[in-house]
């Protein structure tokens, strides 16, 4: 009851500063006493309004808004403002502790990390701060990528587990800008650790022999060098997620999913035992959702004990020919930080396509003042799921040139050798397409 007045307060606030033509409104009260199935269906409609400010432009990026969800983090898990340390790892696991404020958001946080390491503030912007869990044979599940909005401290504390950790990693996809983050010496140690651990976690592709030039390079100390074979190599700068499924080609696939290189890539495992391999661009995308679901028959899978969400799926809209729209559907606790890396890259193209920099993007994120006050207060994520709706359309559009998709046979084994294997299907290409054509 509490909450909810106080988003009632925040809705007329809202519609005070932006007006009611911008606002959604907002879901009505009922007067008589509610039922259980009342609050839940209060709770998903308070829940989507949320998302439907979220998702504007101007409302989302408010102050006055995510003020509000940081106070709401606080107030939720009861954790007063007051100075603390907090661990921030490397790629390389090295820990690096920071004081902070229990209210410092995402940004202070990473301020504060890069101040420790020494690294200058123009390349602040070209690192995020993850939350990962890391399992009992040291691999590593990307929950998120913490938001502007967010509370570091309060995230990951909250979760009560010591697997839970934040990590510091790039977050841009070209590697062309690889280049401004290797002329600085701190930039360079941070890519090289970070090169080196995707390689032995097995999130980069390596032969015998380029394991070989690697291993030469690392023993002369030449970082550039081996993170310059490293750009050469399959999957470099990808994300892999955990084992999940897919509903394409067929429904209830396994596939294994990695985000990189403005894709997302599948290594789906059939029904008949054969695999295969597909990319899928996100400038063939219309539009893609999060949402919740009920599979039940994922509840006793060995992966449900990841400790998140298995009922989440992530589903896009592509184009596999130039007048066939296709949904493809990915069910994973991990499919908020798809659509996440999604909307990152869909950013990095739009800003190229205008002719922008990054780099004036990056610097836009981390110029001004930072604010540290015992009155800041703090945030966790806000309602990003929608529960299902059939009829619910585009959570993201895109607006530019489209390119291929191709599906190719791989083995089961996974090697380096194995995956560079032949075409299955072909390649596919509609290159200039544009949204009319939609």
Not at 42 to 65: C, H, I, N, T, W
Not at 228 to 245: N, S
Not at 415 to 422: F, M, Q
Request: aromatic content about 8%.
């Amino acid at each position: 009851m509490y909450l909810q007045c106080q988003l009632l307060g925040l809705h007329e606030q809202i519609k005070k500063e932006h007006g009611n033509n911008l606002v959604p409104a907002f879901p009505p009260k009922k007067i008589f006493t509610l039922t259980p199935n009342d609050v839940e269906q209060r709770r998903e409609q308070l829940e989507k309004y949320m998302q439907a400010v979220r998702q504007d432009p101007m409302l989302g990026a408010s102050e006055m808004f995510n003020s509000f969800l940081r106070k709401a983090q606080q107030e939720t898990q009861q954790i007063p403002t007051e100075e603390v340390p907090l661990e921030i790892y490397l790629s390389n696991g090295q820990k690096v502790e920071v004081n902070i404020l229990t209210s410092d958001q995402t940004e202070d946080v990473l301020e504060a990390v890069a101040s420790k390491l020494d690294l200058p503030d123009e390349l602040v912007g070209y690192f995020s701060l993850f939350l990962v869990r890391e399992g009992v044979d040291g691999g590593l599940t990307f929950v998120r990528k913490l938001q502007e909005f967010e509370l570091p401290y309060v995230s990951v504390t909250s979760l009560r587990s010591s697997e839970f950790h934040i990590i510091l990693r790039k977050s841009y996809w070209d590697t062309a800008y690889d280049s401004d983050v290797m002329d600085n010496r701190v930039g360079l140690n941070l890519l090289y650790a970070q090169t080196v651990s995707d390689i032995d976690r097995g999130w980069i592709l390596v032969n015998k022999d380029q394991h070989r030039q690697l291993k030469s390079l690392q023993e002369k100390g030449s970082k550039k060098e081996f993170i310059r074979l490293g750009q050469t190599l399959k999957y470099f700068g990808y994300i892999k997620f955990d084992p999940c499924v897919t509903d394409f080609p067929e429904k209830g696939c396994h596939v294994i999913v990695s985000a990189g290189n403005n894709e997302l890539n599948f290594q789906v495992k059939l029904p008949n035992e054969q695999m295969k391999e597909g990319s899928f661009k996100v400038t063939r995308m219309r539009c893609w959702r999060v949402t919740s679901s009920n599979l039940t028959a994922l509840t006793s899978t060995p992966s449900n004990t990841f400790g998140m969400n298995w009922n989440l799926e992530l589903a896009f809209e592509y184009l596999m020919s130039k007048d066939r729209l296709q949904w493809v559907t990915i069910t994973s606790p991990q499919a908020i930080m798809m659509s996440i890396c999604l909307q990152s890259m869909v950013d990095e193209l739009m800003v190229k396509k205008s002719g922008g920099s990054i780099k004036k993007m990056l610097r836009k994120r981390h110029s001004g003042p930072l604010h540290r006050s015992e009155s800041q207060q703090a945030v966790k994520s806000p309602p990003l799921l929608d529960s299902p709706d059939p009829n619910r359309d585009q959570i993201v559009k895109l607006s530019t040139k489209l390119s291929s998709v191709s599906l190719r046979g791989i083995s089961a084994s996974n090697s380096a050798n194995d995956i560079s294997g032949n075409d299955f299907h072909g390649n596919y290409a509609f290159e200039g397409i544009g949204d009319d054509d939609l």
